[in-house]
């Protein structure tokens, strides 16, 4: 994963938990804006989330930091 998208993943979760607490949860589209304009990254999220970790729509904010966090 690249860099600048793992500090963007840190950044949403932390604002996430600072809002709504420590149980909320996120879905990968929560890292992107509502247009899709850039398709690549997406697909790099996507599969990170979906083919290599096989999580949930919904995952909780904390796990998913603490996922990038630890380079999983």
């Not at 709504?20 to 996120?26: A, L, Q």
């Not at 690549?40 to 904390?62: C, G, N, P, R, S």
């Amino acid at each position: 994963m690249k860099e600048e998208l793992r500090a963007k993943i840190i950044e949403v979760c932390d604002k996430k938990i600072a809002s709504k607490g420590d149980n909320v949860g996120v879905s990968f589209y929560a890292f992107f804006a509502n247009k899709n304009d850039n398709p690549e990254l997406l697909m790099e999220v996507a599969t990170w989330w979906i083919q290599t970790h096989k999580l949930d729509h919904f995952v909780k904010a904390y796990k998913i930091k603490e996922m990038v966090t630890n380079g999983l």
